[in-house]
């Protein structure tokens, strides 16, 4: 997807929602580049939490590259406002014959406890090697998007897995 693919999506995902909070069934774990991370700065929970987010985009990113893929495998990585909103967005990509190419970066993160296992978690993610194209190849991005997006998470610790709940993309980074 490229950076404006990327962008649509998100500022798709800022318009938020909610629903009921379905049993995550097991799945792989996604890939997705993370580079320039401040690991060194960051506790085993908040270095967790900054993975969470990492897994998120990555199945986001896996999901909307592949519309045959279940969009049920969204709540192995996410729960709430972030599971709804990108369910729903996926599913209006797919049905408009659209599709991503690429994958996002997360090239800058941050988390801070929250609550009581919450964690925020904010990223800065690179989208310029991403695009969503239409069914004939054509990308539906606008080419003004910013290059990097500044988004903040709520992340969850249940048990031993991290789900993230919401999602608001704040900024250009």
Known sequence: MTRAAVAVLFALAVAGCTSPEPAPPSAPTPSLTVSSLPSASLDADEAAAVAAVARYLAMIDDLGADPSSQLEKLTTVARGQAAAQWTQNLFTQRARGERQVGRVSVVEAVAAPAGDNTWAVTVCVDVTQ????????????????????????????????????????????
């Open 130 to 173: 991403t695009d969503v194209l239409d069914k004939n190849g054509r990308s539906v991005v606008a080419k003004d998007k910013g290059d990097r997006l500044e988004s903040e998470h709520t992340v969850e610790k249940v048990g031993s897995a991290w789900y993230v709940l919401t999602e608001k993309v704040t900024a250009t980074c």
